[in-house]
């Protein structure tokens, strides 16, 4: 399998069937302590796919789709990239609660709402797609079908524009087998993922997401949101466990989110380093990038229409959360451009900070970091950006 990011309107993602072999969950010892700062940078050399779409829309109705469809006409259009293909969409539907928000529908804070999928999906249609399919991986034991019934999507509505599927990605699913991804240009913490086969069988890889910022990464856009498509029954504090739905506090902090599961954790394709240390703003974004290098994105979009004004949802406290309103979509074919965009968009003139500075503050820069392994580029004067310029729109509801 190539583990490099598509270039141009290439997909080319490919993954014949696997059964990866089973590894001893008793590895001896810990693993060594990794050095403190980032890898070195690579040469620096032309920025590939480094277009970004920023287009205003202030609304989820009729104006979504052509928002979007105005985004895709300035990366080229859809049809290159999608034309007789298989789609895979990753949403986020962080956390599973679907309880409103400020007595609004919990699409218009901090999970992916239901228009967007709506249009998006319209829209790769349109353009020629043979079949789209929804995926994520929850806390439910239900299908996916149902779970996005219960945060409000329509789903006879989605299934009458064309061959649309779902797939809850936190087991086995549908499958026999897990695929065997490779981190290409070797990993931080991992070496290599097991992954539900949606993530493979699929030609296409777009990741939808909200506009946020993040209590541990800073922020979550396009990249972060591939933390979720880990399955629980392998990287979450239930694991191994095929019925497993708890999350993955042990990627955090090797302990889970209560803090009390001692258990000896060692999931598929972890590294020795895995193990030190044991800060999760060391740990995560080292696993985002992992994660991205293994399970390339060919299109990012960011939802930035409504959010909230701070962190990834309401458990997080600290600071009041309102809805910000930037009023935007942003797209791209390079998710690390995409995601350094959308930084800029909240407000953060230093998309480059080093950790300790904001927006990176409680944790190392994985826009950066990602760049470092080739992924794409994280320097604002590489990236052509198209429609609206980031100065007419840069929101000041980010708290800094």
């Known amino acids: 399998m190539a583990s490099g990011r598509a270039t141009g309107l290439e997909t080319g993602m490919s993954c014949p069937p696997r059964h990866p072999a089973r590894r001893d969950f008793l590895r001896a010892g810990a693993g060594a302590l990794l050095a403190a700062g980032l890898p070195p940078a690579r040469a620096a050399a032309p920025a590939r796919n480094a277009r970004v779409a920023i287009v205003t829309c202030r609304g989820y109705g009729p104006e979504v789709k052509a928002a979007l469809d105005r985004s895709f006409d300035q990366l080229g259009g859809l049809g290159p990239l999608v034309g007789g293909k298989t789609v895979t969409i990753k949403l986020n539907l962080t956390g599973s609660n679907f309880t409103p928000l400020f007595g609004r529908p919990v699409g218009e804070s901090y999970i992916t709402h239901p228009a967007t999928v709506m249009a998006l999906t319209a829209s790769l249609f349109t353009a020629g797609a043979r079949r789209v399919r929804l995926v994520e991986s929850t806390s439910l034991r239900q299908p996916l079908e149902q ?30 087998t897990y695929a065997s991804l490779k981190v290409g240009f070797g990993g931080h913490l991992f070496e290599q993922f097991e992954l539900n086969r949606s993530y493979v069988d699929t030609d296409v890889f777009v990741s939808l997401c909200k506009l946020k910022t993040h209590i541990t990464t800073g922020i979550t856009l396009t990249m972060k949101n591939l933390f979720g498509i880990t399955p629980n029954a392998l990287y979450g504090d239930d694991a191994p466990s095929e019925d497993g739905v708890r999350g993955r506090g042990r990627l955090h902090n090797l302990k889970g989110w209560d803090g009390q599961n001692q258990a000896v954790f060692d999931p598929p394709g972890s590294k020795r380093d895995f193990f030190e240390p044991k800060d999760a703003g060391y740990r995560i ?29 309401p458990w997080v406290k600290g600071r009041e959360q ?70 007419k729109v840069r929101s000041r509801e980010f708290p800094a």
């Open 322 to 391: 309102k809805m910000a309103r930037p009023g935007v979509i942003i797209a791209g074919l390079d998710p690390v451009a995409t995601d350094t965009v959308g930084t800029a968009v909240m407000g953060f003139e230093n998309v480059r900070a080093e950790r300790g500075t904001i927006p990176f503050k409680p944790g190392d820069n994985h826009l950066v970091m990602a760049e470092r392994a080739g992924l794409g580029t994280a320097d604002l004067a590489r990236i052509d950006v198209a429609g609206e310029p980031i100065a």
């Open 147 to 176: 779970t996005l019934v219960d945060a409000g999507f329509d789903w006879r509505a989605l299934s009458a524009l064309g061959r649309v599927e779902a797939e809850d990605t936190r087991n086995l699913g549908l499958s026999r």
């Open 285 to 313: 974004p080292r696993i985002v990038t992992d994660v991205c290098a293994a399970r390339p994105i060919h299109l990012g979009i960011i939802d930035g229409i409504t959010t909230l004004n701070w962190s990834e949802g």
